[in-house]
């Protein structure tokens, strides 16, 4: 820290900041980073094996059960895989349906004139009967 002395009238010391010293340890921070920097980049190779051709898949599994699939339609009709239920046997059909599944996924799809509470309705149905996961089908099966 350097110190002005004034001849003036009030012999009063007034600090001033030497900003020299700070500039040379900023400068040499810049040197020093800039060497390091590139040799931060790590590079390391991989090789990964190439798919055999000759290998044929395994075939598919013909004795899994088809995707559950519940569809609301106008009207206010419930259909699973395309049977009609009744509202008074729908939790006991989806129960056996997703008990006869390894996991429990139903897929759900609605009419777009159905309103949206029989909807959700009959998700939380459907989930209390056994359905773990349901997902939403944007397009008609």
């Known amino acids: 820290m350097a110190f002005e002395v004034g001849t003036g009238g009030a012999r009063r010391i007034r600090p001033v900041m030497n900003v020299t010293p ?77 008990a006869a599944q390894a996991e429990p996924l139903l897929f759900f799809t609605a009419d777009e004139d159905v309103p949206h509470g029989r909807v959700v309705e009959l998700m939380d149905r459907a989930r209390g009967s056994g359905a773990r996961r349901i997902a939403v089908l944007t397009e008609t099966p």
């Open 22 to 98: 700070l500039v040379d340890v900023v400068l040499v921070l810049l040197i020093i980073f800039m060497v390091i920097t590139p040799l931060l980049s790590k590079q390391f190779a991989t090789n990964v094996p190439l798919p055999d051709k000759s290998q044929t898949p395994p075939p598919e599994n013909t004795d899994a059960p088809p995707p559950a699939v519940l569809r609301v339609v106008s009207g206010d009709e419930i259909r699973l895989n395309d049977a009609v239920l009744a509202d008074a046997d729908f939790e006991r059909r989806i129960a056996r349906v997703m």
